[in-house]
């Protein structure tokens, strides 16, 4: 009869569970728990049980406890203790441990036929035949996460492109463009298609240049990183600053990087000034580094395209510039239908979007906001639920200045012209 005795885990036991995991499987499909996952729960105290035997580290069954469910992570056997009941035994020890910190369910996802498979039939777990395990990694590999977080870089959700409403030009045009060709680019290599590895975004403030931006992020599941000149500038100049990051980023196989207002940086260089043409010089080279690898995406914004160093727009550093123009009609209607539903109003939204020329998406929400406030005081005061009506809307819409005039809606339609590259 073996002798093995098993034991609680202990922190020593580390290296040896971490070995006896390269010498336990005995398929070739990969774990549906990694590893790093096994030992960042051994790290937070999961149940955890060893097997030794003449001192040896033979056998590991490493758990984790989810509220009322656990998971057993990992059965791990040396070869040589196969098929003895040492994987049952260290398996029901286990189980032990994670009734006793509350579970209800004890549940464990292996590949067919791997370690492990025998013991939980010996043990009463009962395989759920016909259901699919699917899973969805994020590219993000562990070395990427401390650059990730010294950046400040956060992962937006994928459903912030959804949450964009009307802009359907814009729309198209960034999808078609930036998204399409970054998350399938195989195909595009396939059509001599380059994926854009820099663009700028321009048009006036608050027509969702920083929310499509962000929203791409989401899109692909990058990382979205943005870099505040403001900021940088504290450090021991905007030009060092600059290239510091940009170091760090280069780090990173997936990245969006982010500048907004980019002109603060990449304004006309003023010759009298050296630090201005450093800080320019400095944007430039970085961003000819940055296009070095794939996988990576700048988008630059601004609102002033035309006081951008020209040097900045020159071919080769930007793949496109992009308008994104003031809502028409079509999306006006649009963000008001969106608006107007949340409040339950049944205002007309094709007058709204007649009186709103000029209005920003920003504006929008804005007037909107404040018609549902008033509402919401108004059903309070009145003790009947109020709703908004167009007369409302058109009243708060009289009273908001839209932040495109007519003057800025002709500068930005020969901005198009003189600037776009789409
Ligand atoms: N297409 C859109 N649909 C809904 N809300 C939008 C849209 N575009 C912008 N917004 C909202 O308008 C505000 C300003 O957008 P932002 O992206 O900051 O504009 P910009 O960067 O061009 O100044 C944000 O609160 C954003 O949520
Ligand atoms: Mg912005």
């Known amino acids: 009869m073996a002798v093995w005795h098993v034991r609680d885990f202990a922190p020593d036991d580390l290296e040896a569970v971490v070995r006896l995991d390269g010498e336990s499987p005995t398929t070739d499909r990969p774990a549906v728990f990694r590893l790093s996952e096994v030992v960042a729960a051994l790290q937070a105290q999961h149940p955890c049980v060893v097997a030794t035997a003449d001192g040896h580290l033979v056998g590991a069954a490493a758990g984790r406890v989810d509220g009322d469910r656990a998971w057993v992570l990992r059965i791990g056997l040396h070869p040589a203790w196969r098929n003895l009941g040492l994987g049952t035994a260290l398996l029901s020890a286990l189980e032990q441990r994670l009734r006793g ?17 025998t013991a939980l039939g010996n043990s009463g777990f009962r395989p759920q035949r016909g259901l ?13 996460s401390a650059v990730l977080s010294s950046l400040g870089a956060t992962v937006p959700a994928a459903g912030l492109w959804g949450q964009l409403t009307g802009m359907a030009d814009e729309k198209q045009l960034i999808e078609r463009r930036l998204v ?23 048009g006036p403030p608050g027509t969702g240049k920083s929310t499509f931006a962000t929203a791409v992020a989401g899109r692909l599941g990058w990382p979205f990183v943005e870099l505040f000149p403001s900021r940088l500038a504290l450090e021991d100049g905007l030009a ?56 990576r995406l700048l988008i630059c914004a601004t609102n002033t395209v035309a006081a951008l160093d020209p040097a900045f727009l020159r071919h080769g550093r ?21 608006y107007t539903a949340k409040t339950g109003a049944e205002a007309a939204i094709t007058v709204l979007a007649d009186a709103s020329e000029g ?17 919401f005081e108004r059903t309070l005061d009145s003790g009947e639920r109020a709703r908004p009506t167009t007369g409302d809307y058109l009243h708060t819409i009289r009273h908001t200045r839209p932040t495109v005039t007519h003057d800025m809606a002709l500068e930005f339609a020969d901005h198009t012209i003189r600037y776009g590259r789409t």
């Open 101 to 117: 910190a509350g579970a209800r369910t004890v549940a464990a996802v292996l590949p067919e036929e791997e370690t492990g498979a």
């Open 132 to 144: 699919t395990y699917f899973e969805k990694a994020r590219s993000v590999t562990a070395q990427d």
């Open 359 to 375: 209005f920003t998406p920003a504006d929008i929400k804005q007037a909107a906001r404040a018609v549902a406030q008033a509402t």
């Open 180 to 202: 399409l060709p970054l998350a399938n680019p195989e195909l595009a290599a396939e059509h001599g298609v380059e994926p854009p590895q820099a663009v700028v975004l321009f």
């Open 240 to 295: 060092n600053g600059l290239s510091r990051r940009f170091e760090e980023i280069a780090q990173l196989d997936h990245v969006l990087v982010f500048i907004d207002e980019v002109e603060e940086v990449a304004g006309a260089r003023n010759l009298a000034d050296p630090a201005s043409v450093g800080v320019v010089n400095e944007l430039l080279k970085a961003i000819v580094r940055f296009r070095d690898r794939d996988g």
């Open 318 to 338: 930007f793949d496109y510039v992009l308008p994104v123009g003031p809502p028409d009609h079509e999306a006006r209607t649009a963000l008001w239908a969106s």
